[in-house]
């Protein structure tokens, strides 16, 4: 075990127990209550989260690469500093799909545990994860196609309620920038086609399936087909977004500054075409809901900072 875990002390409440595995690239942590949380440091990607019986509540494709070859298919990829490709956008237009803070190697910057005073019968600690991402640390291929001097650090907060994931980037440099954010969450689901997402209604997307048309939402979003959205939803980021299953919650969504929601589903003819996407049917199992800034660019001044955060509970 690494130094970093942290070990029940006799006559103290059980505490996290933090790992460090797989040749120092992974970080995994174990509440008391059960809950556990797995981070690869490859792109601080969170690639399982499981509720206190073990429930994955996650999907990750079995035939994502872990070893840093690509970015992951499936967990919690971080997209940082651009959504998708922007050819039009001069600073960004030579950056890869969904930028490089996913094929990025994070730094584990360290854990912090706490425990609620009212705590009695039953423990209700919770951890925090930090890595880091800077400038500084960018391999020299990235640094030649996006040359801002920047540090992030991305926080993964796994309590007994839910898993809390949250970035603040920080311009460290002389020149401004501009970027984008989403947190790209694959949910586990049992039955695509029971599903209902709620909270987007009223609200205006942008359908990227048919070529970038801005349509109106009415009524629960429901998954029929290859379905790839940006919504900014109407209510605005402090109401969730709600993922039924067969009329019962199975997940909620709670933004903190991020204003839009990517819904994504490849539906059978793109998960077919994509390599690192197995089993093939997986699309039945999965919806992407992914809290992000990337309707617009935010621009960082010299010594700003974006900050934005996302809560998924079941
Ligand atoms: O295959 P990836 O680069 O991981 O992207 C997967 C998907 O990410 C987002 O949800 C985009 O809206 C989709 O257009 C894209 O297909």
Redesign the pocket.
């Known amino acids: 075990m690494h130094p970093a875990a942290l070990a029940s002390t006799p006559g103290l409440p059980p505490q996290p127990q933090v790992n460090i595995s797989h040749a120092n690239s992974r970080v995994s942590a174990v509440l008391p209550t059960g809950e556990s949380v797995e981070v690869l440091l490859f792109g601080a990607t969170v690639i399982s989260w499981k509720d206190r019986a073990g429930n994955e509540k996650l999907w990750l494709s079995d035939a994502a690469k872990l070893d840093g070859s690509k970015?992951v298919?499936g967990g919690i990829?971080l997209v940082f500093p651009v959504?998708?490709t922007a050819p039009d956008h001069a600073a960004t237009s030579k950056l890869p799909?969904?930028g490089f803070a996913r094929n990025s190697k994070w730094e584990f910057l360290g854990k912090s545990s706490s425990e609620s005073a009212s705590s009695t019968s039953h423990s209700d600690a919770s951890v925090k994860l930090d890595f880091g991402l800077s400038s500084a640390t960018l391999d020299e291929k990235t640094k030649g196609l996006w040359p801002y001097t920047f540090s992030a650090i991305y926080s993964v907060t796994l309590t007994p309620e839910g898993l809390s994931t949250g970035i603040v980037i920080t311009n460290d440099g002389k020149e401004p920038f501009d970027c984008q954010v989403l947190l790209?969450t694959y949910l586990r689901i049992n039955d695509i086609t029971k599903v209902k997402i709620t909270g987007l209604e009223d609200s205006k997307y942008i359908d990227?399936v048919v070529g970038a048309q801005t349509k109106s939402q009415s009524g629960a979003v429901t998954i029929t087909g290859e379905t790839?959205r940006?919504y900014t939803p109407a209510k605005g980021p402090s109401s969730p977004v709600v993922v039924t299953e067969g009329g019962s919650n199975a997940f909620s969504i709670m933004r903190d500054n991020l204003k839009d929601v990517?819904v994504?589903n490849?539906w059978a003819e793109?998960a077919a075409g994509?390599g690192d996407f197995e089993p093939k049917s997986g699309f039945k199992n999965m919806i992407?809901v992914?809290a992000g800034s990337v309707r617009s660019w935010t621009s960082l001044e010299t010594g700003d900072a974006f900050e934005g955060a996302q809560t998924l509970s079941y």
């Open positions: 970015a298919r990829p959504f998708g799909q969904h790209h990227k790839d940006v990517v994504w490849p793109k994509m992407c992914e």
